[in-house]
């Protein structure tokens, strides 16, 4: 990933974070200033939040580097869904987008709740606190920075203290943007991870990050839960049963057509069960859950040395459509 070494995902953030801020009233979001003087955009937890500020915070969260775009296809048993782009994915959906960096804190820490997230988005490359960032050789040195958290509540101070250390921010030039997952913000912006999750698979499998090139994906986009619970359910059901991702890579046919045979969702064996009813099933934890199981359902993967390609996988709309559709 060294050809891109000079592209900042926080600074091609800026505009989208100013638009963002410009136009809160029409988006449903509200902006205001932490007593720690860090700018706070809540898109969902005491504001409604909308489809169109999910949309923009996930070309936030991309880095500036991918496009997503909301579709209406009355061809489909569900009508609304979600299209995702990106010329540069590796750095836009692993070095910006992943949730990646661990942003916990402890009741004695916090000296109230105790305070869980994985923060997403491009100040996680200013503090590059995950093995990831030396994996795609990626880090960033903006003098700002834009941090979205999915969360239901106010991160509490010493949080917001880590996130400035190690970002090596000053307050006023750090944004943190909350999307509780049962928002429309949220929903969105959860979804539009489609291609994300396809991309940090494909380096789980032991694919070259080097090698992929571009990818396209989409997934239907659901309405939100009545909960955290029912929102996580419905937005990974989304990705793992609806989504479809199509990646352009180069070098060898073997490692193509063995990435397109394993990227799939269906070689967990886990696949076929609402996500809700497999989380239950491992006693809400997460980290129980199959790995595998993350990833869109419906694969293609062309390469251009070559110009074949492969398919692998299906969607599974019927199960979308039994647990969204009353």
């Known amino acids: 990933m060294s050809e891109f070494k000079n592209i900042s995902v926080n600074k091609k953030s800026e505009k989208l974070v100013e638009s963002l801020v410009l136009k809160q009233k029409e988006f449903g979001i509200k902006v205001f200033h932490h007593a720690s003087g860090v700018q706070i955009i809540d898109a969902g937890i005491n504001s409604k939040g909308s489809i169109i500020a999910g949309l923009k915070i996930s070309e936030i969260c991309m880095g500036g580097l991918g496009t997503i775009k909301l579709i209406v296809d009355h061809s489909k048993p569900w009508p609304t869904w979600l299209s995702v782009s990106s010329s540069i994915p590796v750095i836009s959906c692993l070095g910006s987008q992943y949730a990646g960096w661990d942003l916990s804190a402890t009741k004695e820490e916090t000296g109230n709740d105790s305070f869980f997230c994985l923060g997403s988005g491009p100040a996680r490359s200013l503090a590059c606190k995950e093995k ?61 991870r489609v291609l994300e999750v396809a991309l940090h698979k494909t380096h789980t499998l032991g694919f070259d990050l080097n090698d992929v090139v571009e990818g396209v994906a989409s997934a239907p986009l659901p309405s939100p839960g009545k909960d955290f619970t029912e929102a996580m359910g419905r937005t990974n059901d989304a990705i793992l049963y609806g989504g479809t991702v199509h990646l352009w890579v180069k070098g060898k046919d073997t490692n193509s057509k063995k990435l397109a045979e394993e990227l799939s969702s269906k070689n967990s064996g886990d696949y076929g069960e609402s996500f809700s009813k497999i989380f239950k099933n491992v006693n809400y934890d997460f980290y129980k859950i199959d790995p595998h199981l993350f990833a869109p359902a419906n694969v293609w993967i062309s390469n251009l040395n070559s110009g074949n390609s492969w398919n692998s996988g299906s969607l599974n709309l019927d199960l979308l459509i039994r647990q969204w559709k009353l």
């Open 132 to 192: 990831l960032f030396t994996d795609i050789n990626y880090g960033d040195m903006n003098s700002k920075g834009v941090l979205i958290m999915e969360v239901d509540k106010l991160p509490p101070r010493c949080i917001i203290e880590k996130i400035l250390k190690d970002c090596k921010l000053v307050a006023q030039d750090l944004t943190i943007i909350l999307t509780p997952t049962q928002s429309l913000s949220g929903t969105t912006q959860v979804v539009s």
